[in-house]
């Protein structure tokens, strides 16, 4: 504690964004100095930035000490291993992006080249029989690894599904037990320093004046602090990635919930099918060029499974990025830092991203540049990657049957994808550099199942012995296989560890660790 320690950090705007980072500065800036303020307003709805998660939220909820069990309960959720997709590469074909590995390495040679000269010399399964995640999904299986787990249960990896409002309603009661001051109203003024533009305080629509040293944007696309205010600017990725809007829409469903999401690709766009303890979230992601509104809706509601429980929820966006994620004294995170679609279920990962780069960056009064620089940097990189992956699954398709996606399959797609999909056409290679999110794992299981197949597998193969590989590949196979039958049921689990308040829980099954 010094006479430069932040003070005050105000958030602007609450829902998942604004309450995870309430949550988690009210766990780490716990100094005895700091007061965190967060304003929101009734009046204005919020945007649920996504049902479905990825495994590193496992980590933020771990650092907030938050118990697994009761958080999935609270949120009415379920357990993900992976997405299936559904018509991407043509009508009819489908592949699953596991979490976890495949296999493992031999010698040091990564599983992905053992697979790749395997092909060649018998015909083999999809690589997804491999992976312990998209075995037990294919299964509907699940089972929380423990910290003792062997091989192959041990790279059973996970995320969950889960009531986006309810996830923000769970961290509220937490930052609020934390300190956290919440501020019913809606900005109306935002009050700025003349020489550099620095945000002092905030008015409210009763007159009243919040000020803080700190503010955290998390006003959703319109960027009421780093937008409306500091005019920072936008990166428009719209012509790599066209879709500009969604319509969401749960339903009623019967029998145990999937432990994965499923992405199916139609003639000018894509549905989301992600499964909770009590409905299934719906959706269809768009582009406005390519379909009007109306036939989106229809196209929607021909392939649910259940009955509607509300109405549609239609949301416009432009998919990109903010041009500096920090900016003077305001930080940026969740929808009012950029947007990219949620067909990985990324949007979460952005806040809880920006969350820590913060906490490690974190400034003090004198707001050295050097810490903004490099904060804006690493965010800048994140975005991008996962541009990049996204591009992928529209640009990797052999479909034909619509305009929407003659133009992805013809677009011309960032440099830096292109350079990554050279490496891996000729020799399976992939290299990941800075603060990439997606793994080696990732990127195979959507370059094979794109129906992207290298030339040739890499050399230091051919240094281990055929048969030797080939015997070792099918052990893994055979392992994976008889452990995910082994598991209980996804619902089973659900029912014995996190059932959601009123429904009565089952006893453990006895050999798992739960």
């Not at 700091?34 to 307003?41: A, D, H, P």
């Not at 303890?277 to 379909?291: D, L």
């Not at 960056?361 to 990189?381: A, G, K, S, T």
Request: proline share 5%; hydrophobic share 40%; glycine share 8%.
């Amino acid at each position: 504690m010094n006479e430069h320690t932040i003070r005050s950090v105000v958030i602007v705007g609450g829902g998942t964004a604004g309450w995870m980072a309430a949550a988690a500065f009210s766990r780490f800036l716990n100094n005895g100095a700091t007061t965190i303020t967060l304003i929101e307003s009734d009046e204005i709805g919020i945007v649920g930035v996504g049902e479905a998660t990825i495994p590193p939220l496992i980590t933020f909820n771990r650092m907030l000490g938050i118990n697994e069990n009761e958080f999935v309960a609270a949120t009415q959720g379920s357990f993900k291993l992976g997405i299936e997709f559904v018509n991407w590469t043509e009508v009819g074909e489908r592949y699953f992006h596991p979490f976890g590995s495949h296999g493992h390495d031999l010698e040091g040679v990564h599983f992905h080249q053992l697979y790749l000269r395997e092909r060649q010399r018998r015909v083999m399964q999809d690589i997804s029989a491999w992976s312990m995640s998209a075995v037990a999904a294919q299964l509907g299986r699940y089972g929380r690894p423990g910290p003792e787990a062997q091989f192959p249960l041990n790279q059973l990896n996970y995320a969950f599904h889960f009531d986006a409002s309810l996830y923000g309603k769970y961290l509220r009661g937490y930052a609020e037990r934390g300190g956290v001051r919440r501020v019913e109203g809606k900005v109306v003024d935002v009050a700025q320093r003349p020489e550099d533009g620095f945000v002092t305080s905030v008015t409210l629509a009763d007159g009243q004046q919040v000020e803080g040293e700190l503010f955290i944007d998390c006003s959703g696309f319109r960027g009421l602090l780093i937008e409306q205010a500091l005019k920072t600017g936008y990166e428009d990725w719209s012509h790599w990635l066209p879709a500009d809007r969604a319509i969401a829409l749960p339903t009623t469903y019967q029998g145990e919930p999937d432990p994965f999401t499923r992405a199916t690709a139609h003639a000018k766009g894509w549905q989301w099918r992600i499964p909770l303890q009590s409905r299934m979230g719906n959706g269809i992601v768009y582009s406005s060029k390519f379909m009007d509104d109306d036939e989106a809706l229809a196209t929607l509601q021909a392939n649910l499974e259940g009955e509607p429980l509300a109405d549609p929820r239609r949301l416009a966006f432009t998919t990109g990025r903010r041009k500096r994620a920090w900016n003077a004294n305001v930080v940026s995170m969740g929808l009012a830092s950029g947007f990219i679609e949620p067909l990985e279920s990324t949007s979460i990962h952005f806040v809880q991203s920006g969350i820590a780069r913060l906490i490690a960056l974190f400034p003090d009064r004198r707001f050295n540049p050097v810490e903004r620089d490099e904060y804006n940097r690493q965010m800048q990189d994140m975005f991008e990657d996962v541009r990049d992956f996204i591009v992928l699954h529209y640009n990797a398709t052999r479909r034909t049957d619509s305009p929407f996606w003659d133009y992805c399959r013809t677009m011309e797609v960032p440099e830096s994808l292109k350079r990554r999909t050279d490496l891996w056409k000729a020799k399976g290679r992939l290299f990941r550099e800075g603060f990439e999110l997606f793994s080696t794992t990732s990127w195979v299981a959507v370059m094979l199942g794109q129906g992207i197949v290298p030339e040739e597998y890499e050399p230091a193969v051919d240094a281990l012995d055929e048969d030797r590989v080939g015997d070792a590949l099918e052990q893994m196979r055979q392992a994976i296989l008889a452990t995910a039958e082994r598991l209980p049921t996804h619902g089973e689990f659900i029912s014995m560890t996190c059932a959601a308040q009123g429904a009565a829980p089952k006893p453990p099954l006895p050999e798992f660790v739960f």
